[in-house]
Nanobody, 122 residues
Framework: QVQLVESGGGLVQAGGSLTLSCEAS??????MGWFRQAPGKERRFVAA????????RYTDSVKGRFTISRDNAKNTVYLQMTSLKPDDTAIYYC?????????????????WGQGTQVTVSS
């Protein structure tokens, strides 16, 4: 059973930064992604990265503020978040896919973490 374990969430003031980590219990997957679910809203795509870490994909609202990266030797993917806004408040989920290219579709992801809470205060 593949497990994805997120860490690094917390409470931060607007304008601050946080870095989320997600460690997979098994071999690195070709595509790793981050999604988030704000209170009362559906889960939405945030960012994804391919195996080589060359190809990345972001939702428009986080471009220029968030950076996704990965360390395959550690089976870990990261999401560095800067210039955080109250609208970034959500539960952040890590996901793993066997697709070759980063995808923003939830149905393309095979495994999911339990989520980590990020709260941005104004």
């Amino acid at each position: 059973q593949v497990q994805l374990v997120e860490s690094g969430g917390g409470l931060v003031q607007a304008g601050g930064s946080l870095t989320l980590s997600c460690e997979a219990s098994e071999r690195p997957f070709s595509v790793m992604g981050w999604f988030r679910q704000a209170p009362g809203k559906e889960r939405r795509f945030v960012a994804a990265i391919d195996w080589s870490a060359v190809i990345t994909r972001y939702t428009d609202s986080v471009k220029g503020r968030f950076t996704i990266s990965r360390d395959n030797a550690k089976n870990t993917v990261y999401l560095q978040m800067t210039s955080l806004k109250p609208d970034d408040t959500a539960i952040y989920y890590c996901a793993a896919s066997t697709r070759l290219l980063p995808t923003d579709q939830e149905t393309d992801y095979n495994y999911w973490g339990q989520g980590t809470q990020v709260t941005v205060s104004s």
